[in-house]
């Protein structure tokens, strides 16, 4: 069991320890009813006496008024990299449903590079369907579209949970550039931070986000267990993924699209 799978966040609601010990202990009755080895809890603030994971974190961005401070607070590296983005680039979009063909295929293509199994279309079409915060930002090049991401908002934060391109896209810097526009999407809309999403410290997509910026803040992700088990390492790091991995790389984009949600769930 996981608190709200797919996202960083999403644990106990509580305004006192009593409560959220007495909901934590209700959770665990229920998951254990349905066979389940653990749950995980993904929160923002440090939980007594249970379990915890704390090498991610989230990259936090304070966003200025006018999106010409943010362009001057960039390095010289930085700028150059969007630049030359943007000299290869024909089109950005940034909508919904009608973007979502083109998001899927780009991001069903990357999970398949990655060896990780693809959320269901019908994931995305739902959220912007449901959310009016939601939206779908597309990188173009010769009417192809070579990067794309999924944004929310919410109160005063904009999030990108999902960001991909394609490999061989990846030399034009196209991802430097469907951020930089993603960021001043952000500013038009008067969101005050940008939430690039979690990471491992010191990983190269901590790096990535860092350069933009942005600022760690801890993610503690708890669990409930039976006295047997361990910390789950739902990793593709585990060993014990590396054969699935190796063979998800090797599968069409069209089959990965009908097995890989049901096996998500």
Not at 62 to 75: A, D, I, S, V, Y
Not at 106 to 123: C, E, H, I, N, W
Not at 138 to 149: D, F, H, P
């Amino acid at each position: 069991y996981c608190a709200v799978p797919f996202f960083n966040y999403g644990g106990v609601l509580a305004d006192n320890d009593s409560i959220e010990t007495q909901l934590i202990n209700y959770a665990w009755l229920t998951a254990s009813a349905n066979g389940s080895q653990h749950i995980e809890y993904r929160q923002t603030h440090r939980m007594p006496n249970l379990p915890c994971r704390d090498d991610k974190v989230s990259m936090i961005l304070e966003l200025p008024e006018h999106k010409e401070c943010l362009w001057q607070n960039f390095g010289s590296k930085l700028r150059a990299q969007i630049n030359k983005a943007a000299a290869h680039t024909h089109q950005v979009k940034i909508g919904k449903l009608e973007l979502v063909d083109d998001f899927y295929q780009v991001f069903a293509q990357r999970m398949r590079d990655l060896g990780t199994p693809v959320y269901s279309k019908q994931l995305f079409i739902n959220m912007l369907k449901q959310n009016a915060s939601a939206s779908i930002v597309v990188i173009y090049v010769k009417n192809r579209a070579a990067s794309v991401g999924f944004i929310l908002g919410w109160r005063n934060t904009l999030e990108i949970p999902w960001a991909s391109s394609i490999k061989d896209a990846n030399n034009q810097d196209n991802n430097m550039l469907l951020y930089w526009h993603t960021l001043q999407f952000a500013i038009e809309q008067k969101y005050e931070c940008f939430d690039f999403g979690r990471s491992s410290k010191d990983a190269s997509t901590y790096k990535f986000k860092k350069q933009w910026g942005a600022k760690e803040h801890p993610l503690y992700w708890y669990y409930s267990l039976n006295e047997r088990n361990e910390i789950p390492s739902i990793t593709t790091h585990n060993p014990k993924y590396q054969l699935a991995i190796t063979i998800w790389k090797t599968l069409q984009i069209w089959l990965k699209k009908i097995i890989d949600p049901n096996i998500l769930k």
